[in-house]
């Protein structure tokens, strides 16, 4: 498990990327597309919302599991309680998509992601994100 602390802002999202893909390098697997979506759609979340006042951090964790092998992120902020998988499904009508303007993040998540969970522990929120992993040789 290995983990790194930024602040949460958007200026952050690339050292946090770099993180993550450095963590797969280490058990021979290429930078993932999903996980880098993911990773964006969740830390810009919390860079725009969780502080109210603009400023605090957010830790990155990445655990690798074995059989299967797994990548393990959570991303935890002290910021406003807020629990993204209570929200209602998005809409994804061909109509409501035409209407929409972003919100189909949470959607984006539970899709390229095998599991999605959220707990409120310590005064922080904690979002877990599971994706089975390929490595380099496993595509050739």
């Not at 290995?2 to 690339?14: F, G, K």
């Not at 935890?76 to 189909?104: C, M, T, Y």
């Amino acid at each position: 498990m290995s983990s790194i602390t930024v602040p949460a802002n958007e200026e952050a999202l690339d050292e946090i990327t770099e993180f993550i893909d450095g963590e797969l390098a280490k058990v021979g697997c290429p930078p993932n597309i999903q996980i880098q979506m993911t990773i964006e759609e969740v830390f810009v979340n919390i860079a725009n919302y969780a502080y109210e006042n603009g400023e605090g951090n957010a830790e990155i964790t990445c655990t690798i599991l074995d059989d299967p092998l797994t990548a393990e992120i959570s991303f935890k902020d002290s910021g406003v309680p807020f629990d993204p998988l209570a929200q209602a499904d998005a809409d994804i009508s061909e109509e409501a998509l035409e209407e929409r303007e972003g919100g189909l993040g949470i959607h984006m998540i539970r899709t390229y992601m095998d599991s999605v969970s959220y707990a409120y522990e310590n005064g922080q929120n904690v979002l877990t994100v599971r994706k089975r992993l390929r490595k380099e040789a496993d595509d050739a």
